[in-house]
């Protein structure tokens, strides 16, 4: 049965009094919206994504992009997109797949913490004549140390210590692969974290031959489809992550579709052009926690006991005890992806229904592991849904000891969260493979926005910690005493640990 | 070209491996690892053309990420042996694990005997790199799940039954699985055919029948005489359809 049109889920309108004919909207657009005839710019609207490319490059202010021009009769229940959900699925009889993180209107916890600083009876710092130390170690922490007197009167540390990540800011880039996004959006992130003295993922897709020079400054992803996974990769990177899930997806594995392994995409993950590459849901050498710790060990042995594992996770119902068992696997710090986490391609029933919020998980994770004796064990980086400086601070405050951001530093490079990642048309050359398009992020241009971003980012936290009476992050790690829940109901606070306004 | 022995009675597989290293570094081209109890990961991320001979019951992982060493066991082996490996080859005079040969994305893994579940899981090739697992015996279920490339060769030379467990090869996209005899036709997982092999398939699989012959002292001409069942993926995109755009 036909179902027939639905409307338009954007209208764009040229103002012809505006419009000088430049052509530059019909260049720019890469979903085929604009063309010239002799009467002007014609478009068709349908076609629009609300990438913004168009606006941003046209010099007269001639475009007007709106939402939803034409509307279905308003309902709670029935809503436009559940609407369409149906038409689609009932057309096509298949899982709807959407882009970027999630979409529901879940409430953030983040927006119901508030920051504490100091009045009258404590100072409060100012960082400009203050030292603040935000230097921040990721991996395990001895439990105590132990020293010998030597025989010239000077004391020698004897307790072995495992390598640490050593961050300027607890602010860290996390995994996007190489193949989800471009050569070119890589490139970029990752001048700017060796400039800044940070850090960021490779994600499942390999390192290409153009990253060796930031390699120091790499965390290579080993995810259950193994892709680009050797051990000259593994020697490469500053640190290893072993991938179980993902924020916006968890329980399942990723497909990056045959269309997208380009012939450099195919070298890096070492896989034929134009197949499918399909990461399995589970790890196949891995069934059990103590299977994880023989993958965590092997990755050790084979970098002999040079790097720390990482292990991600998503943020899930039982994720404190999850993180409690890594912390016994050897690992040397737990990645919880919260379900607000982006991607390039999820079904849409998980990436808006499956996980919990990275706040709780946070929280949780921080608890369980204070209360088993093992928080030294594992760093706990946190990830999914860092919109801004304050919640750094506030997962920081909750137990963090960094924080990965994602589509932060893609909207720093001009990402307009349009959610269409997966159709590799991405006009602001990021999760594309289309040379032309790739072309369009300049890498030094974009790595100056993304360590902009994390500069000023970090100088806020600074500035928080300040007023605070905070001098350093160590301080700020896991002081939840300078929180408090704003309409949060009792349950919530007892979770997250934090105490009511005003209490 | 020297040879070492090294005793591996009692010694963590740490120690053990580092005591490996450090002798591939002096240059020893033989490393021969007596009393060897379930120490894993050996040769673990190896790289080089180093032998190493394994008298004993290596734990799991054996050569995993190994770039271009040979390993000949001449014992039984355990979990994930051949492990996302890379170059090289591991010989085993016994049987092996679950996960036998998992991701493994080149090199060659050759078992006696038989192997566990998930055998093969995940392999894949790319350009001149193609993956080869060589089972005398008979697999689990789950043999060459979501194959992306490579070779896998099941002799079953003590079955005459057709083959008989589930999951065979489901999401398969890439690579090629031979058995010898027939399968039932049930095992054959989602995405995979199954059928007779072609006199040119078993062309292909002939250097392969001949090393495996070699390496365990079998007289090859039965394996070369028997029919196959090839299996292979339906499509190099499984899961194309399975999505529609928000």
Redesign the interface.
Known sequence: MIIGSRPARFQVVVDKNQCMLCGRCVENCSYGVFRIEQDGIVTNTRNCVACHRCISQCPRDAITIMERPCDYRSHPVWTAQMKE?IF??A??G??????MGNAAPYPILFDHLVLDACQVTNPSIDPLREPMELRTYIGKKPKQLEYIQTSDGDTSLITELTPNLKLETPIMIGHMSYGAISLNAHKAMAQAVSEIGTFMGTGEGGLHEALYPYQDRMIVQVA???FG????Y?ERGAAIEIKIGQGAKPGIGG?L??EKVCADV??TR???E???A?S?APH??IYSIEDLK?LV??LK?????KKPVFVKIAAVHNVAAIAAGIARSGADAVVIDGFRGGTGAA??VFRDHVGIPIEAAIAAVDTKLRKQGIRNEVSIIASGGIRQSADVAKAICLGADAVYIGTAALIAMGCRVC?TC??GLCSWGIATQRPDLVARLHPDEAAHNVKNLIDAWTLELAELMGAAGINSIESLRGNRDRLRGYMLDQTMLDVLDVKAIGA | MSQITIDAAGIH??PL??QI?QAVRDGASEIILKNVMGQ??IG??L?GSVKIVIHGVPG??LG????GPTIEVFGNAD??PG??M?EGTIIIHGASGD?TA??M?GGKVFVRDDIGY?GG??M???LN?RPVLVVGGTAKAFLG??M??GLVILFRMKDEEPYAEMGLAS?I??GEIFIRGTVKEWTPGIGSTAQLASSEDIERIKPFIMEFSQYFNVDPSELLNSSYTRIAPVS???????????
């Open positions: 959900n689609k699925q057309e096509s298949k899982i709807l797949l959407g882009g259950s489809g193994r996974v050797d051990v000259h593994l497909h579709p045959g195919s070298c070492m896989i034929p134009g197949s499918d399909i399995p196949h050498d023989q060990i092997s042995e084979a970098t002999e006991w079904p849409a959610g997966y159709r | 597989y740490t491996n580092k290293r894993r990961f673990d991320g790289i799991g992982d995993m990420f190994m770039k979990h994930a492990n996302t890379d996960a998992h991701s994305r998930r899981i995940h894949k090739q790319y790199k799940e979501y992306a490339g999401g996209h890439g190099a995109r499984p899961f194309a359809g399975k999505y529609t755009w928000e």
